[in-house]
């Protein structure tokens, strides 16, 4: 690349440091196996030459790791597994193809078996404090199951039945001596990858400063317990508009909540002022 002043500046491709040793929710990462070791490097290439999108997840940790930080404590579930919430959905509310929903990936049907509300108002896959909750819910039947935090995790992506199938088949219960699909063979890697990389980003090349993350945004709570006929009223009565109701809520799907049951519901309003700037809250962080 050509620089002012006809300097020239090379862009240096390396190859990535491994460290002796490893765990994953406080179980060992076998780094002595060579395809354990290989499979790691790989991811570990794969995401820390993958710049930008690595680089907003480090962005994008800061504001909601400490939430589920403190969510898997509450259940007694090793804070590694936030990293599944990086692998499955980048830390955005997408959509998958097959139709899983959520940070947390969420199908229709194994969200409603773990307690979320899914009608055409109301989708709690989008929740990001209910969809966490369901998530250490569905890991800790896994853990009961198998006495594993690793193959609990395998399963998130192969479902239950899957990693089971694969445990009688080949008569083994270790997730690094299993045959598995590459997408759940590469699933555990990519989350060991994320973890090395979030925890030691100067090892690998990232270098982001305080001032450059994204921090959590204070909200207060408010009580709705009856029928709302458009939210974009409710939001001019909270004095924000009605973007930042959705993004601050993007479990309320409609432009209205009919609430039949008159359930109740808590809606998250940003604290004032509203448009506050980046550096105003990096300051407020401090």
């Given at each position: 690349m050509q620089l002012p002043g006809n300097n020239e500046q090379y862009y240096r491709i390396v190859s990535l440091p491994i460290p002796d040793a490893l765990t994953f929710a406080g179980e060992e990462v076998p780094l002595d196996l060579f395809y354990v070791r290989e499979a790691l490097d790989r991811e570990l290439m794969v995401n820390t030459y993958w710049h930008s999108a690595t680089l907003l997840m480090i962005k994008k940790s800061h504001r909601y790791f400490p939430l589920f930080d403190s969510i898997l404590r509450k259940h007694n579930i090793p804070v590694d597994f936030k990293y599944i919430a990086i692998i499955e959905s980048g830390l955005s509310n997408v959509v998958s193809p097959a139709g899983a929903v959520g940070f947390w990936q969420f199908l229709k049907g194994t969200g409603k078996d773990y307690g979320l509300e899914i009608d055409d108002d109301v989708d709690e896959r989008y929740h990001v404090v209910k969809s966490t909750e369901a998530a250490c819910a569905y890991l800790l039947d896994s853990y009961n199951s198998y006495g594993n935090w690793t193959l609990a995790a395998a399963s998130y992506n192969a479902g239950q039945k899957g990693i089971n199938r694969q445990i009688d088949r080949q008569k083994t219960a270790s997730f690094y001596d299993l045959l598995l699909s590459?997408?759940?063979s590469r699933y555990i890697y990519r989350i060991l990858a994320m973890k090395l990389i979030l925890?030691?980003?100067?090892?690998?090349?990232?270098?982001?400063?305080?001032n450059?993350?994204?921090?959590?945004?204070?909200?207060?709570?408010?009580m709705v317990n009856q029928r709302v006929d458009d939210w974009?009223?409710?939001?001019?009565?909270q004095h924000i508009s009605y973007k930042l109701l959705k993004q601050f809520n993007p479990w309320l799907r409609e432009n209205y909540l009919k609430n039949r049951k008159n359930k109740t519901y808590y809606i998250d309003i940003p604290l004032a002022p509203y448009d506050m700037t980046h550096q105003e809250l990096m300051m407020k962080k401090n």
């Amino acid at each position: 690349m050509q620089l002012p002043g006809n300097n020239e500046q090379y862009y240096r491709i390396v190859s990535l440091p491994i460290p002796d040793a490893l765990t994953f929710a406080g179980e060992e990462v076998p780094l002595d196996l060579f395809y354990v070791r290989e499979a790691l490097d790989r991811e570990l290439m794969v995401n820390t030459y993958w710049h930008s999108a690595t680089l907003l997840m480090i962005k994008k940790s800061h504001r909601y790791f400490p939430l589920f930080d403190s969510i898997l404590r509450k259940h007694n579930i090793p804070v590694d597994f936030k990293y599944i919430a990086i692998i499955e959905s980048g830390l955005s509310n997408v959509v998958s193809p097959a139709g899983a929903v959520g940070f947390w990936q969420f199908l229709k049907g194994t969200g409603k078996d773990y307690g979320l509300e899914i009608d055409d108002d109301v989708d709690e896959r989008y929740h990001v404090v209910k969809s966490t909750e369901a998530a250490c819910a569905y890991l800790l039947d896994s853990y009961n199951s198998y006495g594993n935090w690793t193959l609990a995790a395998a399963s998130y992506n192969a479902g239950q039945k899957g990693i089971n199938r694969q445990i009688d088949r080949q008569k083994t219960a270790s997730f690094y001596d299993l045959l598995l699909s590459e997408e759940t063979s590469r699933y555990i890697y990519r989350i060991l990858a994320m973890k090395l990389i979030l925890e030691n980003p100067q090892d690998y090349g990232f270098f982001v400063s305080e001032n450059e993350v994204y921090v959590h945004i204070p909200t207060k709570k408010v009580m709705v317990n009856q029928r709302v006929d458009d939210w974009a009223v409710f939001a001019n009565d909270q004095h924000i508009s009605y973007k930042l109701l959705k993004q601050f809520n993007p479990w309320l799907r409609e432009n209205y909540l009919k609430n039949r049951k008159n359930k109740t519901y808590y809606i998250d309003i940003p604290l004032a002022p509203y448009d506050m700037t980046h550096q105003e809250l990096m300051m407020k962080k401090n």
